[in-house]
């Protein structure tokens, strides 16, 4: 059985300690707990939930009905899809895409995607040219049983 929920549109809360540039986009029932701030060209949409402390930098996106939790930290340029959840502390560094209904467990810090993505891309390509290098060597038959350590 499927049950659809169905809330009413309203304006969003701000609190009034909290600091919102005037050049950022608040969509409907976002709520904004006290001491969070909202940098310049920030988009927040509908039903997402930033508690205390937040701090979200420039030119960001946060995807409807994500809930932002007390000290999260995002840098700048990063977008993070419908319906994430980011714990207790956790810091958001620059550049980074998070996919929808993803969980970013407390204290955690993501660094920039780009860095991480081409770290592993060389760690295969290493293997990838180590094996061809040891098949060449072998004249192709390897060696039974060995698996490399990277």
Request: hydrophobic share 40%; glycine share 12%; proline share 5%.
């Amino acid at each position: 059985m499927t049950f659809a929920f169905l809330s009413p549109t309203i304006s969003p809360v701000l609190s009034k300690s909290s600091i919102v540039s005037n050049k950022s986009s608040i969509g409907q029932s976002v709520f904004v707990a006290p001491r969070v701030y909202i940098g310049p060209f920030v988009e927040i949409n509908e039903g997402t939930i930033l508690l205390p402390g937040c701090n979200v930098a420039h030119h960001t996106k946060l995807g409807a009905l994500c809930s932002i939790s007390d000290g999260v930290s995002i840098g700048g340029n990063v977008i993070v899809g419908e319906g994430c959840l980011l714990g207790l502390n956790a810091s958001i560094n620059r550049r980074v895409f998070i996919s929808k209904g993803k969980v970013i467990p407390s204290g955690k810090t993501i660094i920039e995607d780009l860095i991480t993505a081409a770290h592993n891309n060389a760690k295969e390509k290493l293997k990838t040219r180590t094996s061809e290098e040891i098949s060449k060597a072998t004249g192709g038959f390897g060696i039974p049983g060995f698996k490399w350590p990277l």
